[in-house]
């Protein structure tokens, strides 16, 4: 039982570049979430899907997109990479949209120059 | 308005002592749910605790429970007996019901001194 798992870890792009970050969990989870987070300050949710087939925008969801075509994965994808994008972005899922225990996977660190 | 507010960015606790982290919360919803996570410097998220709005009794998970307060809408982490391996970031959240979306505040920079 893996939990969440993201990849990649560590990601250096440059400006203008664009490029998924891959986020699977074998828990048969129905709801999964995208978050960043930026030095000092808590997650902020930027895109989330209760089901296959089913996305929808958080917080912050703009130059970002995402797709839930089974219910292991939800790719986020970056479309033109900027350095305001530079954070730690955190996958995460749980059994329903209620769950009150929610995985993370461990981050991934991404820089844009 | 900010809806969760953590109003301590840093303590400093002597190890074994016990040691509360504030976590103030601001909804019109009726149902939501409490989440406490720890984040130590290797940046994983920890879940620790959870209390749902109608939960009558203050949720306890081992050393940690929560202090729910729910007229003061207030969410404060206590943890007992402190360890150097507390050290860490500590992160309230608030789900609605209304829109299951997860709100998180600044967070707490816990540090135990030995």
């Known amino acids: 039982n893996a939990g969440v798992t993201q990849t990649p870890k560590f990601q250096v792009l440059k400006t203008g570049q664009s490029m998924t970050l891959q986020c699977a969990q074998d828990?048969?989870?129905?709801?999964m979430s995208w978050y960043r987070q930026d030095p000092g300050m808590g997650l902020r949710l930027i895109h989330y899907?209760?089901?296959?087939?089913?996305?929808d925008q958080g917080e912050v969801p703009n130059g970002y997109n995402v797709s839930r075509s089974t219910t292991e994965d939800f790719p986020l994808r970056l479309l033109s990479a900027a350095p305001s994008q530079t954070s730690v972005y955190f996958c995460?899922?749980?059994?329903?949209?209620?769950?009150?225990?929610?995985?993370f996977g461990e981050g991934s660190w991404l820089t844009v120059v | 308005a900010q809806k969760i507010t953590q109003t301590q960015p840093g303590m400093f606790v002597q190890e074994k002592e016990a040691v509360t982290l504030d976590c103030t919360y601001d909804?019109?919803?009726?149902?939501?749910?409490l989440f406490w996570y720890k984040q130590p410097s290797s940046g994983e998220m920890i879940f620790l605790i959870y209390?749902?709005?109608?939960d009558e009794q203050n949720a306890t998970e081992g050393r940690y429970s929560l202090n729910f307060q729910k007229a003061r809408k207030s969410a404060n982490l206590v943890i007992s007996a402190s360890q150097l391996g507390d050290s860490a970031m500590y992160f309230c959240?608030?789900?609605?019901?209304?829109?299951?979306?997860?709100?998180w505040g600044a967070g707490t920079k816990l540090i135990i001194k030995p």
């Open positions: 995460a899922s749980s059994y329903t949209n209620t769950g009150n225990t929610i995985y």
């Open positions: 828990m048969n989870h129905e709801y």
């Open positions: 899907s209760v089901g296959a087939g089913i996305t």
């Open positions: 909804t019109s919803d009726q149902s939501y749910g």
């Open positions: 209390q749902g709005s109608y």
């Open positions: 959240a608030m789900r609605e019901d209304s829109n299951y979306q997860l709100i």
